[in-house]
């Protein structure tokens, strides 16, 4: 084959021709295109640290918002707690003030009472004394004819009436 022939005449020439070609690639990818890509993987990583810094910053700032909250959470809540205790002992001694006044309204009519039953009770008890020694009287004087006192038949009534 005559292609085959030739490879001892032109070798030379291609292996020189081929060390130039990668040399030129060497070089051109190592001085030119690899510092390039280097300094492209650190500005990278450089961004990526600084947000990554960000982040967690922010993540720290929130957790600080986060526990301000709720300490204004829980200081409200406690807030809340006393005033609404202190609404029911305000409320509790409104109605206990209100039931006292009650109970001593309600004491006075019984008392008021008690004492118009008591009146009512010894003006009864009076009329009937009072009835009682008429009686007394006209009946001694229909029986024996016999007519009598009525201041006596009024205490004899009286001393009966206290005995039972």
């Known amino acids: 084959m005559p292609q085959l022939s030739q490879i001892g005449e032109i070798y030379a020439s291609q292996a020189f021709w081929l060390a130039i070609v990668f040399a030129l690639i060497y070089f051109g990818i190592g ?17 990526i640290s600084g947000d990554l810094a960000a982040a967690q910053a922010a993540r720290d700032k929130v957790r600080g918002d986060e526990e301000a909250y709720q300490r204004g959470l829980d200081s409200g809540r406690s807030r809340a707690l006393q005033l609404t205790g202190e609404a029911k002992a305000q409320a509790s001694a409104a109605a206990e003030a209100r039931v006292k006044a009650a109970d001593a309204a309600a004491e006075a009519r019984a008392s008021e009472a008690a004492a118009r039953i008591a009146a009512t009770k010894r003006s009864a008890l009076a009329e009937i004394e009072g009835a009682t020694a008429d009686a007394v009287t006209e009946i001694v004087a229909k029986l024996s004819g016999v007519t009598i006192d009525r201041a006596v038949a009024e205490q004899k009534v009286k001393a009966e009436l206290a005995h039972g």
């Open 31 to 47: 001085k030119a295109m690899v510092p390039k890509i280097e300094r492209t993987m650190e500005d990278r990583s450089a961004r």
